[in-house]
């Protein structure tokens, strides 16, 4: 892991990671390149690639069927889990008011979505998992299994029950805010 000369704060972090070279994360105070984990993730394999873009597209795609005032994004927003701890899903979507142009991070989503890479399967199902869900506005988190096809859609449930559906075809009922993704929408198109 790459850490820095001091464990940080969010609000120490974000100016710091800004314009760094990589995709940095903070996790529980310590700076973290993405790259750094387990096994090199830098530089993407197409595959992931394509998959964050399709799934991004997906959601934007269903949203602007909606009229829902929500909003899609990309990898490259941080998600401000406490004072200690940020996360850059591979998309996610917040919900009105819409966020200022310089904005570099959110602390409320509604939906996020995780790739997953030999590097980062662990954190995703772990670390990102209870992270994710210790936000107030959290209430799903789709996890990509883009070799397999396979859609993990983590719901938040009554209490603190977190549902989880393990999805390879049909729809992902996303509600709140009110909206479906086909699963086949959610992947590239099959290579021949």
């Not at 983590?154 to 549902?163: A, D, M, N, S, V």
Request: negative net charge.
């Amino acid at each position: 892991m790459s850490t820095a000369l001091k464990h940080m704060t969010v609000d120490e972090f974000l100016p710091w990671a800004e314009g760094r070279e990589g995709r940095w994360e903070l996790h529980d105070g310590v700076p973290v390149m993405v790259s750094d984990l387990p096994v090199a993730m830098s530089p993407e394999r197409l595959a992931h690639t394509r998959a964050k873009g399709t799934a991004f597209i997906a959601l934007v795609d269903a949203l602007k069927k909606t009229g829902l005032p929500c909003e899609a994004f990309t990898d490259g927003v941080a998600v401000k889990v406490d004072a200690r701890t940020t996360f850059e899903p591979d998309a996610s979507v917040v919900c009105a008011p819409r966020r200022p142009e310089d904005a570099i991070v959110i602390d409320d989503p509604i939906i996020v979505v995780e790739v997953l890479s030999p590097s980062t399967a662990a954190i995703d199902h772990g670390r990102r998992l209870s992270g994710y869900f210790s936000l107030p506005s959290l209430h799903h988190y789709l996890i990509l299994d883009p070799e397999r096809r396979v859609a993990i859609h983590q719901k938040r449930g009554q209490g603190e029950t977190i549902e989880t559906r393990v999805l390879t075809n049909g729809f992902a009922r996303l509600d709140p805010p009110g909206f479906e993704v086909a699963v086949e929408a959610l992947f590239p198109a099959p290579s021949e």
